[in-house]
């Protein structure tokens, strides 16, 4: 009888033991949950974004490519005037292609830009020729109301008499820009949208190409 008390006890203590740890377990557990969530999401996120990237810079690539074959228009059949909306039409056909991650987001692709591009690849000042988004769901692009780098003043010569003083010139560099508003997909976004501004949580994109315009002699 007087060895049953020690035993009952060392019983207890065990049996509050193996409670505490459980609940220190369930406690990690709530607290790694969170995390291990957050880092999934992060990942499938940057994962989406890096999608919608290479579909601008294959948009981009593609618009900057006719822009630099059809050049002034001396070298194709097609006139000097459609060039620029030959351009915008490369650009959407990718942006709008099956597979496309940008095809559920017609709108979100704010503005398309041609410019000449100085020997860095920045747009020259006064250049610019912007196309924006007429934001009716059709993904569509209107013209500038007067182009200010008109696709028949281009220079696709390796001379050009006087213009780099006595010296062979190389042909122009066109440069295709665009802006794109990515919205999030995964419920990271609605965490963000918790703690940030009303609205969709939402990232600014850009992506721009620059070539040289096909030479000629």
């Not at 010139?169 to 508003?181: F, Q």
């Amino acid at each position: 009888g007087d060895g049953a008390g020690p035993v009952s006890r060392l019983g207890r203590i065990a049996g509050h033991s193996r409670a505490g740890q459980r609940g220190q377990g369930m406690i990690e557990f709530a607290i790694i949950v969170p995390v291990f969530l957050l880092l999934l999401m992060g990942m499938l996120e940057f994962g989406f974004v890096f999608t919608h990237n290479l579909t601008l810079e294959y948009a981009t690539r593609e618009g900057a490519r006719v822009g630099s074959t059809l050049s002034d228009g001396s070298l194709v059949t097609a006139t000097c005037a459609q060039i620029d909306q030959d351009i915008i039409d490369a650009v959407t056909k990718v942006l709008k292609s099956p597979g496309s991650p940008i095809l559920g987001y017609p709108n979100g692709v704010t503005a398309v830009n041609i410019w000449e591009a100085d020997v860095n690849g920045n747009p020259i000042a006064g250049t610019t020729n912007t196309w924006l988004n007429k934001n009716d769901g059709s993904g569509t692009f209107s013209p500038p109301g007067s182009p200010v780098w008109t696709p028949c003043t281009r220079h696709s010569s390796t001379w050009l008499t006087g213009a780099c003083g006595g010296t062979t010139c190389p042909p122009d560099s066109i440069g295709v820009s665009l802006a794109y508003t990515y919205t999030m997909i995964t419920p990271l976004g609605a965490i963000e949208k918790f703690f940030g501004p009303a609205g969709p949580a939402t990232l600014q994109m850009t992506d721009k190409t620059v070539m040289s315009l096909n030479p000629t002699n």
